[in-house]
């Protein structure tokens, strides 16, 4: 058993089964494709399966945070 499936084991048991979804937009929506090392992705993973947030929702999030939106 790896070291991360007891984290996803309990993350599983406190999700809400409704998923949250990204804002609906009428815009056509891309792609954005980012290279993590595996360990990051896994420990990410994880946190927002626990947290009940996808890690859409906080990369959009955080590149608003930066660069704001487009006006």
């Given at each position: 058993?790896?070291?991360?499936?007891?984290?996803?084991?309990?993350?599983?048991?406190?999700?809400n089964?409704?998923t949250?979804?990204?804002?609906?937009?009428?815009?056509?929506?891309?792609n954005?494709?980012?290279?993590?090392?595996?360990s990051?992705?896994?420990?990410?993973?994880g946190?927002?399966?626990?947290?009940?947030i996808?890690?859409?929702?906080v990369?959009?999030?955080?590149?608003?945070?930066?660069f704001?939106?487009p006006?």
């Amino acid at each position: 058993m790896s070291k991360y499936s007891e984290i996803f084991k309990e993350a599983r048991k406190d999700v809400n089964k409704n998923t949250i979804k990204p804002e609906e937009t009428l815009e056509e929506m891309e792609n954005l494709c980012v290279k993590v090392p595996l360990s990051f992705r896994r420990h990410w993973a994880g946190e927002s399966k626990k947290r009940g947030i996808s890690m859409t929702e906080v990369i959009i999030e955080a590149l608003k945070n930066e660069f704001g939106e487009p006006s």
